[in-house]
T-cell receptor
Framework: DAKTTQPTSMDCAEGRAANLPCNHSTISGNEYVYWYRQIHSQGPQYIIHGLKNNETNEMASLIITEDRKSSTLILPHATLRDTAVYYCIVRSYSGNTPLVFGKGTRLSVIA | GAVVSQHPSRVICKSGTSVKIECRSLDFQATTMFWYRQFPKQSLMLMATSNEGSKATYEQGVEKDKFLINHASLTLSTLTVTSAHPEDSSFYIC?????????????FGDGTRLSIL
């Protein structure tokens, strides 16, 4: 069963911020939210992860709602190279469980 | 950052051939590695989890005798597709995570595109 819900596809103008939503209403207290992206014919690339606080790194920002039932990945200035499928995944931090991928959001950055 | 190297990147071979794919963690020790398969226009599907020095754990529906996994060291796991057939053609991707901190992200190789003629 899918633990996250994401829109199938989104478009974003080059240079604008891309805001990718993810719903994880059944998230447990010991589960992190991870974001990955997959550019065509490559392996998934790690972007960011968080538990309950907002996080920022050189690639993106992750905003998690206070109730942790949803989150948003923000690419502040999207470029054409950000066109990819973005996956939002929840995973328990206890044990050695693998990431389970859903269908993700296909982001198209348009010039 | 952590790097996972996968080799070869592409294989084309005849039906009935066995194909070995290597997955290496280049700058960290990976106590656990994961193997995924991805068909065109679909998401990644977990095939198996391999732990260094022990037998792999396979997901339901994945034949362990067809997809042999060996994780003999902390930096190398191999997947062998035995007697491959056209329906085994797919994109195979490995992933690794250190076991020291379980919230650490998994890092992925660039995948191996297997085409069986």
């Amino acid at each position: 069963d899918a633990k996250t819900t994401q829109p199938t596809s989104m478009d974003c103008a080059e240079g604008r911020a891309a805001n990718l939503p993810c719903n994880h209403s059944t998230i447990s207290g010991n589960e992190y939210v991870y974001w990955y992206r997959q550019i065509h014919s490559q392996g998934p690339q790690y972007i960011i992860h968080g538990l309950k606080n907002n996080e920022t790194n050189e690639m993106a920002s992750l905003i998690i709602t206070e109730d942790r039932k949803s989150s948003t990945l923000i690419l502040p200035h999207a470029t054409l190279r950000d066109t990819a499928v973005y996956y939002c995944i929840v995973r328990s931090y206890s044990g050695n469980t693998p990431l389970v991928f859903g269908k993700g959001t296909r982001l198209s950055v348009i010039a | 950052g952590a790097v996972v190297s996968q080799h070869p990147s592409r294989v084309i071979c005849k039906s009935g051939t066995s194909v070995k794919i290597e997955c290496r963690s280049l700058d960290f020790q990976a106590t656990t590695m994961f193997w995924y398969r991805q068909f065109p226009k679909q998401s990644l599907m977990l095939m198996a989890t391999s732990n260094e020095g022990s037998k792999a754990t396979y997901e339901q529906g994945v034949e362990k005798d067809k997809f042999l996994i060996n994780h003999a060291s902390l930096t190398l796991s191999t997947l062998t597709v035995t007697s491959a057939h056209p329906e085994d053609s797919s994109f195979y991707i490995c992933s690794a995570r250190t076991g020291s901190e379980s919230n650490q992200p998994q890092h992925f190789g660039d995948g191996t595109r297997l085409s069986i003629l």
